[in-house]
């Protein structure tokens, strides 16, 4: 069965960085474009980040682009956020999940903590 | 960007009851729409996709309907795993998808 395990959120100091990591297994990883989508405390999901499935495109939000990278490795079927100068309002669970062909998400993880503050 | 605007924000309901949510979208959409089902601390689970066709395993009392800008998801006879909070995804500017506000659904 498909599954998505995020790790790697926490405590972090504005300005700080953190990489958060998303293991993959159930289904072919290197043939599936990942997201990142996040929910700040008491806020709706907001989409954060795309990588297609050989890593050759990106997309990123707004609110997050030139501060977040995303990347996979595909020969340890893992996904990657590294977030760097993180905001106070960058506090939210941060979500992997899987993308069908038609850019829908039909899987996702249970989600990882991330906390900014001083 | 494409905005999803989700009513209602929350609603109270009895086990047997119908219940319907809606998702309508600031321009059409076609189909390119899901409905997922969230429980505190767990994965969000898809329902729905492509606005009315059903998830594999998801019992035949969930259904979708709309298309364009209006989109609805239909519980029929609410079971107590049902309580939880809803969404809907739109898809038609992958990859920058949006989220309506989710709707909470409790018991009454």
């Known amino acids: 069965q498909v599954q998505l395990v995020e790790s790697g959120g926490g405590v972090v100091q504005p300005g700080g960085s953190l990489r958060l990591s998303c293991a993959a297994s159930?289904?072919?990883?290197?043939?599936?474009?990942m997201n990142w989508v996040r929910q700040a405390p008491g806020k709706g999901l907001e989409w954060v980040t795309f990588?297609?499935?050989?890593?050759?495109?990106?997309y990123y939000a707004d609110s997050v682009k030139g501060r977040f990278t995303i990347s996979r490795d595909n020969s340890k079927n893992t996904l990657y956020l590294q977030m760097t100068s993180l905001r106070v309002e960058d506090t939210a669970v941060y979500y992997c999940?899987?993308?069908?062909?038609?850019?829908?998400?039909?899987?996702w993880g249970q989600g990882t903590l991330v906390t900014v503050s001083s | 960007d494409i905005q999803m605007t989700q009513s209602p924000s929350s609603l109270s309901a009895s086990v047997g009851d119908r219940v319907t949510i809606t998702c309508r979208a600031s321009?059409?959409?076609?189909?390119?729409l899901g409905w997922y089902q969230q429980k505190p601390g767990k994965a969000p689970k898809r329902l729905i996709y492509?606005?009315?066709s059903l998830q594999s395993g998801v019992p035949s009392r969930f259904s979708g309907s709309g298309s364009g800008t209006e989109f609805t998801l239909t519980i029929s006879s609410l079971q107590p795993e049902d309580f939880a909070t809803y969404f809907c995804?739109?898809?038609?500017?992958?990859?920058?998808?949006?989220f309506g506000q989710g709707t909470r659904l409790e018991i009454k």
């Open positions: 159930g289904f072919t990883f290197n043939t599936y474009g």
């Open positions: 492509a606005a009315s």
């Open positions: 321009q059409g959409i076609r189909n390119d």
């Open positions: 999940a899987r993308a069908v062909r038609s850019g829908d998400l039909d899987y």
């Open positions: 990588i297609r499935y050989d890593g050759s495109n990106k």
């Open positions: 995804l739109q898809h038609n500017s992958y990859p920058r998808i949006t």
